[in-house]
């Protein structure tokens, strides 16, 4: 088999070799930070998933070495392979800023904004999104959109008003678990997810869907209302599940002794964990629903949350500090700044200012 | 008279059967076609000029020559009659009474590209004509031009005819080739393009009825012959299906030589507007292609007469003309409302969106929301500029073009006809009781000198 070959490509005046076959948000998620664009819909451990929420949307002003045009339209990025020698713009574009303004809108206007009783806030793409790129306000005036409540069943519970029809769940179901009861319903702005018949979600994978899902519309049923995210602790935990296809590697969500939650562990981008033999990190419906209780567990430790997130309130131990860097660039311990016994030639040196009751007066340096 | 190809034998008795058809020169470019090299019917139709029927306007021979021709792998022809654009019904009338016009352009299409199974994707809506195709493939089959070695070839081609389910989104090719293959008509993400993975990730050519039913004339006159009909890149003829407030509404071919003056009002074409009425505005392609008030619809911008042809028909790019698109012609007279008539074109989009991408999914209801508000005059004068701003950012941001078309007609509306949507919201209670009329949308435009 003959290598791949190297594609270079700069995105926001960052070069980067990656290869050929690599979507252009992959290429900014391994420069990483604000490079990469956020994605609502795209999944990449899930096959097909993305082009559809259109907030990874970047302009592409050099389409590659061979043909320097750049594309008329934007892109997804999501879905966009690249070409030798691209240039791309993602934060550096006005016209990405203003359609990802344009795509938080439009994904806001039927949103029930009800993240006060949302299971998922604290750990919300689309709270996340809408904070990074959103308005304060809003210009749509008429009532938002509903749907009737559907019951899938005793372990997730489904709220369509939510949704934001990014069809990571339909992707799930149909590459996990061997059957998928649930399916997008009706088109256009009444599109919905659902099982038509109000069937439970029955597979034993099927509690995967929780994770992938990017806003509050599927979420824990064995979790609901119990307490939120920011309140409790995320600790990593193994056990041997039974399940050949369970990885057994999870996330728990502790407040003391109480296990309040199970999830598969995730990445920095919000994605289920690849594990060290690089498959993901997908985890049972036993371990995720009835492993409630610290002896299931082996516990390994306080999981790292990145500091950006409102988990980390609280949560100091494991997070990540801001390294720091001065004593390396200069070469060796600053000096305090401010130590003016050592410099001062104007106070005198011998008169102890921690000595002198109140603040310093010209009238101490007279003595 | 222009030159008549497509509907040169209308009116014809019994037409619509293979022996009527037959006796009028019918299968002839078949049996010239079946004769020639595959690569010679693609640079005949190259040569010709032929650009796709359906709106896009894309060459058709170019499109030819981009399917993918790997070895082993069937390739498909894939006839898009889904034909659901608002005020379009051309492909209608040539499937209805030329059926066989179509299924030898069909036929020559698929020996061209090598479809030995084609299948025409028709409109749920048009019930009654799968049973007018069904009959003439089986009179075709059974006079040796379809079915197992024709005319001792050995190519074989089978035609099925399938029938959509009645979503305007499967017109869109890929949307078009889920729905085929079974699925829900979403469309897919290009690339890869069709031509590379189509109908069951095989190679596909999708085509317009019109554009499959002109490879008759080009490859019995030649390409070269073909491409002298009409002016500059508008090569051939086009139907047009024209509607609205007009004395002869019908479908008509034209040459694209033709003014759009001579169209409107000459007796040989629409023969003018209804009742004696003036005419105020004109959609000229089907409901997505941007609205045209009179003087800019008879005159571009240039003080020229605008003429029925792609090029002379999007002079001035969108700020100033429009695009000949599918062929739907739509004209309104002076007691139409615009504001009206765009909230009726935004609440099809909104209802006729997949819902997969998020501009157009939330986006196009928005827009019909806020249209209604200024229709009952219920609208503010924010509300002009709110439009402009959610058209602006559904336009160019979606998967398929479905946001584009819903865009446009707002976009349009609001550029030409803002007076008319300020005219709703500042007299809301007359706005109910009557219509804005004409207003100064038929005065003549100023042109500047040039140096």
Redesign the interface.
Known sequence: MSETPKFKVTIDNIGIEVPAGTTILNAARMIGGEVAPPTMCYYSKLKDS??????C?VEVSKGSEKDPRPMP??V?SC?TTVMDGMEVKNITSEKVL??RK??V???L??HPLDCPVCDQAGECDLQNLSYEHGTEGT??E?KR?TFEKEDIGPYISLHMNRC??C?RCVFTADQLTETREHG?L??????QIGTYLNKALKNDFIGNVIDVCPVGALTDKTFRFKNRVWFTKPVDAHRNCSNPKCCGHVRLWMRGDEVFRVTARKDEWGEVETRPDGTPGWICNECRFEKKQTKDWVIEGPALIPRSSVIAQGHYVGTKKTPVLIDKVIGKEPEHLLNIHDISDVNKPEIELSKIAGPAHSDDFKK | MGVKLLLANDGVEGIRYYDTYRKHGGYTAAEKALKMSQADIVEEVKKSGLRGRGGAGFPTGMKWSFLAKPEGVPRHLVCNADESEPGTFKDRYLMEFHPHLFIEGLLISSFALGSNMTYVYIRGEYSWIPDILNQAISEARNAGFLGKNILGTGFDCEIYVHRGAG?Y?CGEETALIESLEGK?GNPR?KPPFPAIQGVWMRPTVVNNVETIAAVVPIIAMGGDEYAKIGVGKSTGTKLMSACGNINKPGVYEIDMTISVEEFIFSDEYCGGIKNGKRLKACIPGGSSVPILPANLLLKTAKGEPRMMNYESMSDGGFATGSMIGSGGFEVLDEDQCIVKHTMTLARFY??????????C??????MY?ILKNLEYGHGKLSDID?LW?IQ???E????CPLGDAASWPVAAAIRHFRDEFEWHVKNPEESQKRNFGLAHYADPIHVAATA
């Open positions: 993305g082009g559809k929420c259109r907030t949307l339209k934007l997804a879905r203003d359609a344009g795509v809108e439009f994904l206007i039927n210009r749509y008429f959109r934001i029809m069809f997008i009706e088109r256009g702005d009444h599109a | 979503a989104i829900r993400m909104n209802h006729e969106s997949c819902g997969q991408c998020s501009p999914r939330e986006g196009t209801g928005w929301k709110l701003d602006r950012r559904i160019g941001n979606t998967i």
